[in-house]
């Protein structure tokens, strides 16, 4: 098992940028592919970025369009999110989360739907004034 602890979200003028965190326990973590995914209230959660377990591939949602960026540092068990060019609309609540890569998917498989992640952090707000 994995436990998920995300941090450093807050208030930032449109066009700001934030660095989220999402820290793991365990020994295991380079075992594990990991996602960003983001909620608003009324709304499902929406995947936002994803990586493999050895960080060399992953994935972003068309609204990222290059303005965040997805990395792992596994000797430190740790994800991190770069939110850049900020926009009112990203203010959400922002989750990291983990799956245990399957043995058939590979080292650089990764997932984009939330029901394929069955470790969630606690998530770390994030809000963007107009």
């Known amino acids: 098992q994995v436990q998920l602890v995300a941090f450093g979200g807050g208030l930032v003028q449109t066009g700001g940028s934030l660095k989220l965190s999402c820290v793991a326990s365990g020994r295991a973590f380079r075992n594990y592919a990991m996602g960003w995914f983001r909620q608003t209230p009324g709304n499902e959660r929406e995947f936002v970025s994803a990586i493999s377990r050895n960080g060399e591939s992953t994935a972003d949602a068309d609204f990222v369009k290059g303005r965040f960026t997805i990395s792992r540092d596994n000797a430190k068990n740790t994800v991190y999110l770069q939110v850049s060019a900020l926009k009112p609309e990203d203010s959400a609540l922002y989750y990291c989360?983990?799956?245990?890569?399957?043995?058939?998917?590979?080292?650089?498989?990764?997932?984009?739907?939330?029901?394929?992640?069955?470790?969630w952090g606690q998530g770390t707000q994030v809000t963007v004034s107009s």
């Open positions: 989360a983990a799956r245990m890569t399957e043995p058939f998917d590979g080292s650089s498989f990764y997932y984009t739907s939330w029901h394929q992640y069955g470790y």
